[in-house]
């Protein structure tokens, strides 16, 4: 898989932005970070299944930690097992806010990227829209290159 292109960064930007808004100290800010990773396999589970949402992340996680070593810590969990966003806190712990967003974010992107290259763009955007209305996973122009 290619790494995230930078419409997809973006889209994972402000997908974190959208859920953080309202977030005034640095540790609300990182709590819904970090929830947002259970909401993201929790509306994924609606279409993929507990598993196959677990899966995605689980694999999103791996290809996301060369550039963020910290995720290397990250065990995703069987079903049933503490939510994503469990692990995420455990591997992240001590890091700056700022870390923790950055992370998050190439984390939100990789799971774009991957979603796109397993169900193309338009499903992907059309399965996440439910959870974030205004979110487009990339821009079309740039699949066209």
């Known amino acids: 898989m290619k790494k995230p292109t930078a419409s997809q960064v973006d889209a994972a930007r402000r997908l974190l932005a959208r859920d953080a808004q309202g977030a005034r100290s640095t540790e609300e800010q990182r709590a819904v970070s970090l929830r947002a990773c259970d909401k993201t396999v929790s509306h994924l589970a609606t279409f993929l299944g507990s598993a196959g949402a677990r899966a995605v992340f689980a694999r999103s996680v791996r290809l996301t930690a060369p550039d963020f070593p910290r995720l290397r810590k990250v065990q995703p969990a069987a079903e049933g ?52 209305p205004d979110l487009r996973a990339s821009d079309p122009k740039e699949e066209t290159k």
């Open 81 to 132: 097992d503490e939510s994503p966003s469990v692990q995420m806190e455990i591997a992240l712990r001590g890091e700056t806010p700022d870390a923790v967003a950055e992370t998050m974010v190439a984390l939100h992107a990789t799971v774009l990227a991957l979603l796109e290259t397993l169900i193309g763009e338009r499903l992907t955007s059309a399965v996440l829209r439910d959870a974030w």
